[in-house]
């Protein structure tokens, strides 16, 4: 786990190495233990180091393999390395380190650009052909390690976070207005390959690019599973696919333990977090650092869910900690937290994820997290409902119960200049939840958040708030093996007992019933949710500024009608919709300074 940058020029110019080193300064956090530095005529590369495999000098990168002519920077982990490794030397490869940077470059080597498909684990990475000149661009399946690209006519500069390539100057920062309705309509989700500036991209999951070095360019997916049933399990029984759910899951924690230091879990006390330390500690992982956190509570409405995490840490053993966090550290932190965002996140757990990374990274580097299982097993209130619709009748049912606000919303919110012409986030779902390849509404629908929302709404905040403090986090439900077999799950399996039903069941093997049978919770932050005080002044402040009057998004009079009520309008997730503009703010004015 680590933050990369590079530049690749077109324009028979050098690369610029120093906008390349301000890239990576502006990722210390992402990798602390190290940094390096390639430069190579049109070429160069940075990088930051988090030492989690092969802690030695030999995993310094940028990595060059001077005897196959190639030079890697890789953000992420490749668990299955050691088989890899294995194989690679069977055709003759000698390694010089232990790292899975140098299996990625032996791999790319022997296999080309099909080296993806051999890779399992989170990744983004970048390789150079010292001959050809060649870059390839490469970002894992389910989006767990972002690659955010700036490109002109003359250059491509790609970094690990949006404000590093911010730091590295001369990229447009205007607003993109599709992007901006996605964020507002479709809370805060920004499918790639926009993010809410103009001058900056991102691959999307799955995705390798090609650059030339003229700077001809393609891009191909490289892995889209299908959402529909597989003959061969026609005839399992539910007890089979229990079965089977628990078996893949059981693989994908193990997987995730493959490192050379400590691996901890991030527990929340529901279900998913809870069956991690539980499948771990059938791994044999006794004494486990398990953490959970908790916030004062707001409106009535509590801020913690201890009682549900302690069941689990008495349960297995673990060494559990519990972080109670006061009203005074909140206020700072969320400030710090908005400049740990690549993108504007408004959920509000992105402030409890940052809060708990920086307790967790005082005792270890690595943590597996239940991240994901609501997306890929059904979980959440939407599912059911589409249960028998039809495709049209699906994504109004879908956009209904997610959406912020439709398009004629928006026309109340942002100033026409910055309004499409057209539903941009309702035609986004209307042709992705159409497309082939899912055999019912339900399974268009969890394609679509498996694939879309899943990757720039909780796995973004995962990433982000935890290498904000230099740890790594592991999602062993976004193990791809995983999600293949959940896809093709009968929907009615999933959707049993509220959601998640197969895997509920799977569950009762390993972790307390009451555990599982427990009302659903979401991680709560309420004074987020319910703005009075300190936190209703800092988005007061943020709206009014010269900066957002300047910048004119948003229509005076709708946000003098938040101002007015300030927990008055919820959107159908239960956020707040004056936290919604007024963190956009907040992230803008912290990113894009006035001066710039």
């Known amino acids: 786990m680590c933050g990369l940058s590079g530049e690749y020029r077109f324009d028979n110019r050098p690369a610029d190495i120093a906008a390349v080193g301000r890239m990576c300064d502006a990722m210390v956090a992402r990798g602390p233990d190290d940094s390096g530095a390639y430069a190579h005529g049109s070429l160069a590369l940075g990088h930051r180091r988090l030492s989690i495999i092969d802690l030695s000098p030999h995993g310094h990168q940028p990595m060059i393999d001077a005897e196959l002519g190639l030079a890697v920077v ?56 010292r001959d050809s000149g060649r870059l390839v661009l490469a970002r894992d399946r389910l989006g767990i390690k972002p690659l955010y690209l700036a490109e002109t006519s003359g250059r491509l500069r790609f970094a690990s976070s949006l404000p590093a390539l911010l730091r590295s100057g001369d990229v447009d920062t205007s607003i993109d207005p599709v992007a901006l309705h996605h964020y507002l309509s479709w809370h805060a989700v920004v499918p790639a390959p926009h993010t809410i500036l103009n001058g900056v991209r991102k691959l999307p999951p799955a995705t390798i690019r090609v650059i030339e070095p003229d700077g001809a360019t393609r891009e191909r997916v490289f892995w889209d599973p299908p959402f529909v049933r597989d003959p061969a399990k026609a005839d399992w029984s539910a007890t089979d696919w229990e079965d089977a759910v628990l078996e893949a899951l059981r693989v994908a924690v193990r997987r995730r333990l493959v490192a050379d230091v400590p691996v901890g879990v991030l527990l929340s006390g529901g279900l998913d977090s809870s069956l991690v330390v539980g499948l771990l500690a059938e791994e044999g992982q006794h004494g486990l650092n398990t953490f959970s956190i908790g916030f004062e509570a707001v409106g009535g409405e509590e801020g913690d869910e201890f009682k549900y995490s302690d069941i689990i840490a008495r349960e297995f053993a673990t060494e559990h900690h519990q972080i109670r966090i006061g009203a005074d550290l909140m206020l700072p932190a969320l400030q710090d937290a908005v400049a740990a965002m690549s993108e504007p996140m408004v959920s509000h757990d992105a402030v409890g994820f940052f809060l708990l990374s920086k307790e967790v990274s005082r005792h270890v580097k690595v943590v597996q997290s239940g991240q994901g299982a609501d997306e890929v097993f059904a979980g959440y209130h939407w599912y059911p409902p589409l249960a028998g619709a039809g495709r049209a009748d699906a994504v109004d049912t879908y956009a209904k119960a997610f959406f912020d606000r439709d398009h004629a919303g928006m026309a109340e919110v942002v100033s026409p200049e910055y309004l499409p012409g057209h539903p941009a986030s309702l035609d986004f779902v209307r042709a992705h939840m159409t497309r082939p390849g899912a055999e019912t509404a339900v399974d268009a629908a969890l394609r679509l958040d498996t694939q879309i929302m899943l990757t720039d709404d909780p796995v973004k905040r995962v990433d982000n708030m935890t290498m904000a403090w230099g740890l790594e986090a592991r999602v062993p439900f976004l193990d791809h093996e995983l999600v293949e077999l959940a896809a093709q799950c009968p929907p009615e399996l999933k959707l049993a007992q509220e959601g998640k039903g197969v895997l509920k069941e799977a569950g009762r093997r390993v972790i307390p019933h009451g555990v599982i049978d427990r009302p659903k919770g979401y991680f709560p932050v309420p004074a987020l949710k319910y703005l009075q005080g300190r936190y209703l002044e800092l988005v007061d402040d943020a709206l009014h500024s010269a900066a957002a009057r300047d910048r004119g998004l948003f229509r005076p009079e709708y946000v003098d009608r938040l101002l007015a009520d300030p927990n008055a309008e919820l959107t159908p997730l239960r956020g707040n919709r004056l936290w919604q503009l007024g963190l956009l703010e907040l992230w803008l004015q912290t990113h894009l300074p006035r001066e710039a």
């Open 74 to 129: 890789f953000n992420g982990c490749i668990y299955n390395y050691r088989e890899l490794r294995e194989q690679l030397a069977g055709h003759g490869y000698r390694f010089f380190s232990t790292s899975d940077t140098e299996v990625i470059a032996k791999a790319y080597h022997h296999w080309g650009e099909d080296f993806v498909d051999h890779l399992i684990g989170m990744f983004a990475v970048a390789v150079h052909e």
